[in-house]
């Protein structure tokens, strides 16, 4: 039996009735934007999070955009990212008029720290985008701790957990995304901003609907960047089950390690006090290209996600060029995602490790 990369069907068979008819319910209200489907799922998002105030948006990129406005990030600012991260992160500091600058990460969380962070930071660091990757929790206090603001990029983190409180609610704000394949994905796209603070709260709410506040006046330039009802009712259905896929990625890496996963590859490390959600499950192997060749042949789906770090994409060419960040470059070398799911079996996990420690 062939064991897939993720699983993001099996968990929905049970919600279907429920998913149906909460999207009858939006076609039968004629309510298609900002309306109480958005209103709610803010409501029980913040909650979730142990926030006060959360902002749906069209995605997780533009969320990130919003945010950083909303933070007072503009044009001279620097915005600290890690490089090791979906593009994304990184694509949406330009449009705020600010620069990003590229710090490294731990290889063995994937996240960046304190002392990565203390590398890059300038007079003209605005802001700092923790990216809890692959569900991993960054260390969002430490970095706090050297006095800068820190937006969370919790995309890949919904259902994780840190020592204080979930993602969401450790650093100034953060930030989700809710595409498809996320820990808690629409049929869609989708985006939130999460935050305690409420002015910050408030501009988000402008920017998100063209700089306005009534339609009438346009006091900035914003944009048009809603989560619309349709999603936000799917996304209602299935946030009260989030817990519980969560536990079940969990599990799958539990699984892997009673296996003896730990022995042939290098498993990721949860940051001091976390409890990742896995977002995905991406192990280290000097040879990781020959052992995703080797995995596909058996039918177990593998990818390497971010082989090129964005600071070497072309379109980063301008703010990345000549660096040099060796957690980064050894991540990026050396990283290969494995199935994880809410559903991933014992079978399932023992029969990827046998064919890792057939590669290997
Ligand atoms: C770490 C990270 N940041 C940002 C994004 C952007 O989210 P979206 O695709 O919803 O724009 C994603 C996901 O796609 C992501 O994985």
């Not at 040879?287 to 060749?293: G, P």
């Not at 090129?308 to 060796?326: F, I, K, S, Y």
Request: with cysteine; proline share 7%.
């Amino acid at each position: 039996m062939n064991v897939p990369l993720f699983d993001t069907s099996t968990v929905l068979e049970p919600l279907r009735e429920e998913l149906r008819a909460a999207v009858a319910r939006v076609l039968d209200s004629g309510r298609f934007i900002l309306g109480p489907q958005v209103e709610a799922f803010e409501r029980e998002m913040a909650s979730y999070c142990g926030a006060r105030h959360a902002v749906g948006v069209a995605n997780g990129t533009e969320a990130i955009t919003i945010a950083l406005r909303a933070m007072g990030v503009g044009p001279g600012d620097e915005v600290l990212v890690p490089s090791f991260t979906f593009y994304a992160s990184a694509e949406a500091i330009p449009p705020t008029g600010a620069t990003p600058v590229f710090c490294d990460v731990d290889p063995q969380t994937f996240c960046i720290n304190a002392e990565t962070v203390a590398d890059a930071l300038t007079p003209h660091t605005k802001a700092v985008i923790a990216v809890h990757l692959f569900g991993n929790v960054a260390p969002v206090a430490e970095i706090e701790a050297l006095g800068v603001p820190v937006l969370e990029d919790a995309a890949q983190a919904a259902g994780s957990r840190a020592a204080h409180g979930r993602p969401g609610a450790l650093g100034t704000a953060a930030t989700f995304s809710f595409f498809p394949s996320k820990n808690l994905g629409c049929f869609g796209d989708g985006g939130m901003i999460v935050t305690d603070d409420a002015h910050l709260a408030d501009e988000a709410r402008v920017l998100r609907f063209h700089g306005s506040r009534d339609k009438v006046s346009y006091e900035q330039l914003g944009y048009n960047s809603r989560l619309d009802e349709l999603q936000a009712a799917i996304l209602r259905v299935q946030l009260p089950h989030l817990d519980d896929w969560s536990d079940g990625r969990r599990r799958g890496a539990a699984h892997y390690a009673e296996a003896g996963l730990g022995e042939l590859v290098t498993l990721p490390r949860p940051t001091i006090g976390a409890s990742p959600a896995w977002h995905l499950y991406v192990v280290r192997h000097p040879e990781a290209d020959r052992l995703a060749t080797a995995l596909a042949d058996a039918g177990i789906g593998c990818r390497a996600y971010y082989r090129t770090p964005v600071h070497e994409q072309p379109a980063m060419r301008a703010w990345g060029e000549g660096l040099t960040l060796p957690g980064t470059e050894e991540a990026a070398r050396t990283h290969l995602a494995i199935p994880i799911s809410p559903v991933l079996s014992r079978e399932q996990a023992e029969q990827v490790v046998s064919a890792v420690r057939s590669a290997v």
